[in-house]
Each structure stands twice: as structure tokens, then as C-alpha cells.
């Protein structure tokens, strides 16, 4: 049984898909990276141990248009185990402070932002079941489908950043809607995904940046599967 298209409309007033090798100040690509349009998916319907996500395509709606912005971050994260203790009440949650009132240090930092505003996209995915699953595919595809059309979604999906939220709409591929936007660029090595897609995903799996030579030909960026040997697999996140 072949996977089907499963298209999305996705918009939003601001987008910062953030180039892996800046690490202080964040600069955004000029289109929606793969690691970005699957975390929508994700948003939606996700079932790990089952299947995971293909981007396949991502057709660009609207012109990219740049921002710069000035954001508050917490320069520290919570510990994993902390919270682990804190969900099996063995110990009291404890919030990460942004200033400490007792002294003069500060847990936040100002950091540069240039995102993008007023994004437009038709994204374009396909559900690839782990082996033992593949005769759930149908089912998987409809109770994505149900969850798509009502609105429904597990967490709200962003572009890039929390606070940069994602809407979203069900689309049926190849009937007739907005017309991609006329234009070719070549973005070279751009982020394909930040987890090793061989295998299921768990909340504790180390990062493992891959790349692919991204271009974008009359609106339309083309999405290779991960198997295919132009996505440069397991690059070092250092």
C-alpha cells in the first residue's frame, strides 16, 4: 500500500527557521526548512513508535520578508531529570528565575533576531510506518486527516520559535488553490532535520544535524527522502 499526499496550508505572522551554525544570534532562512514543516505535523498527529513524517515538498505562498528583532532568552534549560522528579512528585518544581533577586546575576540574555513575517506555505508529507506497522497505514492517514480538518493539534505549532505560532488548514493535493509564488533560489546546504530519522524518536535522542542542497525552483522546494544520498546524514551539532 503507497502513501498518500497529505497537504497542509500553513501561515503565520512570523517565522524564524534558524541556521544551525549560529549559535548566539539567530538568522533565519529565507524559506521553511524540513525539520520545521514535520514539527507541524508532529504538532498534529504523532505517533512516534508507529510512523514518523516525510516532507516531500514545500511550496512558498508569499515572499519572503525579512524583520529584525530584539528577544528575551533564558540562557538556562531545566533539567531533564528535575522534571522527572517533579511529574512523580518527588520534589518540588522549581522555575528557572530570569533575574535573580537576590544578586546581580541574570538567567536571560538579549539576542538579535532576523525572522521572517507574514509566511505562507503549502506543505506536502507522506507517513512512513516502522516495520510491524505498515498495515496501519490507512488508519494512520485518516485519523490524521479527522485531526487536520477539525483543527485539532496535541500542542500549537510554531515556526521555528514558541512564540512565533503556526495556523493551519487541511488541504486536498492537487486541486486547484492559491498560486505558488514565481520564484528560484538557490539556498545551498540548508537544515534538513535535527534527529536521526533511521529509527523512532524518544524525548531524551541526542541531536544529529543533517543537510541537504536546498533549491527552490518557480516557488517549489523539493524535499529528498532521507534515504537518499544527497542528505548528508549525522553532521555534528558543536
Known sequence: ?????????????????????????????????????????DAIYCKPIEFRWQITAIEILAPPSYISLRRNEVKERVNEKAVQRWMKGKARPEPLWADDTESDAKGRTQRQTMALRNVRYRLHAQIRPWPGFEERLQGLEMQFRR????????????????????????????????????????????????????????????????????????GLLEVPDWADPRVLKGMSSE
Open 147 to 218: 485531526r487536520a480538518a477539525a483543527g485539532k493539534c496535541f500542542y500549537q505549532p510554531c515556526f521555528g520559535c514558541r512564540e512565533f505560532p503556526a495556523y493551519f488548514e487541511l488541504v486536498e493535493p492537487g486541486v486547484p488553490g492559491e498560486v505558488r509564488l514565481q520564484l528560484d533560489m538557490d539556498l545551498g546546504l540548508m537544515l534538513y532535520d535535527v534527529f536521526d530519522l533511521w529509527r523512532p524518536g524518544t524525548a531524551t535522542a541526542e541531536k544529529s544535524i543533517s543537510l541537504f542542497h536546498a533549491g527552490v525552483r518557480d
Open 1 to 41: 500500500m503507497n502513501a498518500k499526499d497529505q497537504a497542509l496550508l500553513a501561515w503565520g505572522e512570523l517565522a524564524c527557521f534558524t541556521r544551525p551554525e549560529l549559535k548566539a544570534e539567530r538568522f533565519s532562512y529565507p524559506v521553511m526548512t524540513p525539520s520545521a514543516a514535520r514539527g507541524i505535523y
